[in-house]
């Protein structure tokens, strides 16, 4: 079994920044590719960005390219969402999930998640 936590998150002005992290325990961190999805009210869960097991793939969506950046720590088990230049639009709550292997940009394929953590960018 994997367990998955994040923390980090917060309220923040348009144009602040944010950085979420989310630790990883229970299984051999590095054998799993992460990601990051986000649910803001009313709408469906999103994909946010993705890396894999070394760091050397790296996905993100368009709303978040160049603004958002996916890291990793193997040694520390924990991976991290550095959130740059947040706009209101960014508000909702953000989940790290784990998936064996390869990266994937459906949320149907990652087996682990966490319990999610609130972000709210204030105009």
């Known amino acids: 079994q994997v367990q998955l936590v994040e923390s980090g998150g917060g309220l923040v002005q348009a144009g602040g920044s944010l950085r979420p992290s989310c630790a990883v325990s229970?299984?051999?961190?590095?054998?799993?590719?992460m990601a990051w999805f986000r649910q803001a009210p009313g709408k469906e869960r999103e994909f946010v960005a993705a890396?894999?097991?070394?760091?050397?793939?790296?996905y993100y969506a368009d709303s978040v390219k160049g603004r958002f950046t996916i890291s990793r720590d193997n040694a520390k088990n924990t991976v991290y969402l550095q959130m740059n230049s947040l706009k209101p639009e960014d508000t909702a709550v953000y989940y790290c999930?784990?998936?064996?292997?390869?990266?994937?940009?459906?949320?149907?394929?990652?087996?682990?998640w966490g319990q999610g953590t609130q972000v709210t960018v204030s105009s």
């Open positions: 229970g299984r051999t961190f590095s054998h799993y590719a």
């Open positions: 999930a784990a998936r064996y292997s390869s990266t994937s940009y459906y949320d149907f394929e990652y087996a682990y």
């Open positions: 890396i894999n097991w070394s760091g050397g793939s790296i």
